[in-house]
């Protein structure tokens, strides 16, 4: 599986680096963000730059990219010192990036897009050239096999496309060195391997890329060294050949995570969440399935199969066209989230930020917010002694990492983020769980303690769902797993049955029997 | 040397922080020297009654905005309130009861379609309230066919007019309307939900929580504020008129950002828009005694508000 090109390695001379950041330090208000990080990228490298969430990957490639400033340090391009105070000056010196949050103008053509800042104009004049400005948004799009019309709204098209967008966008710049902030964050299978495709094109024209992912698959397939850095520090550089998963997890770590996930020793108990015949137009079609107290279900499937929708139906976020819904055997009607939630029910989204907390609130307000009514005198006047109380519980029992309860959500890490969603469900002491891709974007420690708290949780009795694109996570956890295609059920496997190959084809939508006896 | 520095950044971020109080006390401060008209006691009691009307309405408009909305129409709302409890405030007629309710409803009401319409319908509070403002005006002008109401009773112009010792009743309002903000705002459930709508209405969604009657009650508190504000006013220049309370909405606004509520949503306080309401009125008060003219007066309101919204944005980076 090693598709290193030989060649970089051996070229990897002086003069073949493109690249050399030396002793860059950073600071935020006093906090160190970088403390004398170097970075050498050569010549036609992908070159992987590795760490946990907070480590200083982002701030370092923001530096790069000219959004921030370094404090010390020297960064050298092909030999010469620069200096690099905006990203227009980044740009002008030949590197872009991949943004991890994309961020298009949804109202404009893909075209307009592409070209956003440097349109092609009509000689002599300040007159966008639209038919031209097309002709070369589809001569990049052939370049690359991107089937996408330039002249769609931006807006229209599926996160997927926009991220491909985004990927030609950068490429379009005849950047020498290319970031790419978590590219494959939306878009999955052959698209990744679309993306890789033209990583490998621009290695040969003699790019240096810069690669950051928190999908370890992916570094291993791509790229050609790894720099790892952690909290702020430089760790080690070595060719990624030389790495192996684990290794490259202890560097990341700092420690050895015997085991990633925790042996869930649970009974699995009666059923309590039975769902039959769910239906919506447009998103799935008779969906039925039983989870057990105790029990940790799985749903895997493509981005876009429809798993999120099924899970934010179950919950009333959406209404259903068809089905109904058992709780613990009894029929129940969810129309809102209230309706859920009264029934013991959680849903931790796929989105936390978006769906999952209110950024501009403290840490406190956020995690006693589902169940206010527990905290208020005749239901309405807060007792901020008891809510302090609880916050200060939640905050201890998940180790979330916040100076104070007061702290605003928003300057909390991503893994912290996520804990802070997590105890402002299990505050409320739910008995059915809806996780819904629970470690997305988080790193490995946080996705540890994670794993960990949904297998605590698992032995209590709890029972949880566990919605994930990480066929590792869904292996490693779950004791059944559902598989989605389309909309439908396209699967379903049991812990002792679980066969890697067969959950993707059924993702894939291959129809595999239900070999469950449910 | 390394404290040294660090206690000038702190005190550069408490500057910061509390800039707004420290411009305050130094404009108060400014005026309190070069103007003996601006330091008596019975200008006091005139900045305190000019304060009222605007103050009343912008509690409301606190928690409006801290919902991610706005409320254009709180200007014509008060004119129709005002147009419609003085037509009951005849001497000799009704109780005072009987205007004071009227008026307070008709607020209530048209708050309570504002918040529907934003809430259950999702349309953009912009063009809601805008709509509102337009048609109260219209019915304001329609209800008294543009000829204000003059002869109130003696009890009606007491409310605006009439004070206990040297405190004027309006302040007295608007005293009350502000405790009555602060108490929903940080004390309540109620309140609490306000700043979840606005920090992330769809977390507050999938919490549980049911926005809708968040935003229906917000525009219909502020709706009832500014028919309270109606009362007042009109009670205070003795009549009616249908024409009047244009162009509060604004100052509202420039209260409430002003006191570092931001317009994006989900941050905000009472104790911010209090200062806001304090500055312009102080302000205006103050330019008026030293013979500026009102034209200059509009200039320096504007680059005031411009100035606020900046010093609030470094006090947050």
Known sequence: MNETNPMTTAQKTSNNTRLKMEGISKSFSGVVALSHVKLEVARGEVHAVMGENGAGKSTLMKILSGIHQKDQGTICLNEKPVDISSPKEALDLGISMIHQELNPVRAMTVAENIFLGKEPCYRFTNVVNRRKQRELTLALFREMDVAINPDAKMGDLSVAEMQMVEIVKAVSYNSSILIMDEPTSAITGREVSKLFEIIRRLKSKGIAIIYISHKMDEIFRISDTITVLRDGQYIETRPARELDHDTLVKLMVGRKISELFPKVNSAKGEVSLEVDGLAKRGLFQNISFKARKGEVLGFAGLMGAGRTEVMETVFGLRRADAGSVRINGEEVRIQLPADAIRHRMALITEDRQLKGLNLKASVKDNLTLVNLKKFSRFGQILQSKRENLAADAGIKKLRIKTRHRNQIVKTLSGGNQQKVVLAKWLLNDPEIIILDEPTRGIDIGAKAEIYKIIAQLAEQGKTIIMVSSELEEILGLCDRVIVLYHGKISGEFERSSFNQENIIKAAMGNAVARNSAN | ?317
Not at chain 2, 74 to 100: E, I, K, M, R
Not at chain 2, 223 to 238: K, N
Not at chain 2, 242 to 270: F, K, M, N, Q, R
């Open chain 2, 1 to 317: 040397m390394e404290t040294g520095t660090i206690k000038w950044k702190t005190a550069g971020a408490f500057f910061s922080k509390y800039g707004i109080y420290f411009a305050f006390v130094l404009l108060t401060g400014t005026l309190v020297v070069v103007s003996p008209p601006f330091r008596t006691l019975s200008n006091v009691e005139n900045i305190l009654q000019q304060i009222s009307v605007n103050g009343i309405m912008a509690v409301g408009m606190t928690l409006v905005i801290i919902t991610a909305g706005i409320d254009l129409s709180v200007g014509s709302v008060l004119a129709l309130s005002a147009v419609v409890a003085t037509s009951f405030a005849h001497p000799d007629t009704y109780s005072l009861v009987v205007p004071v309710l009227l008026g307070l409803l008709v607020g209530l009401a048209c708050g309570t379609v504002n918040g529907i319409l934003i809430a259950k319908k999702r349309l953009a509070p912009f063009i809601v309230t805008l709509g509102m403002m337009t048609v109260a005006r219209g019915l304001a002008l329609v209800y008294t066919s543009g000829r204000p109401e003059i002869d109130l009773s003696d009890a009606y112009d007491e409310i605006g007019g009439g004070s206990i010792g040297h405190v004027p009743f309006p302040a007295i309002i608007f005293f009350v309307v502000v405790l009555l903000g602060i108490f929903i705002l940080h004390f309540t459930r109620f309140g609490r939900y306000v700043y979840a709508v606005g920090g992330n209405e769809l977390a507050a969604k999938v919490s549980g929580i049911n926005t809708d009657r968040v935003l229906i009650g917000v525009y219909a508190l502020t709706g009832a504020l500014a028919g309270i504000a109606g009362i007042v006013l009109s009670s205070r220049i003795m009549s009616g008129p249908p024409a009047t309370g244009a162009g509060y909405e604004l100052d509202a606004i420039a209260a409430v950002v002003i006191g570092g509520t931001s317009l994006s949503g989900g941050v905000g306080s009472i104790a911010g828009t209090i200062v806001g309401v304090l500055i312009i009125g102080v302000m205006n008060n103050g330019l008026d005694l030293l013979n500026v003219s009102s034209y200059w007066q509009q200039i320096v309101k504007g680059l005031i508000i411009v100035f606020a919204v900046l010093l609030d944005k470094k006090a947050k980076q």
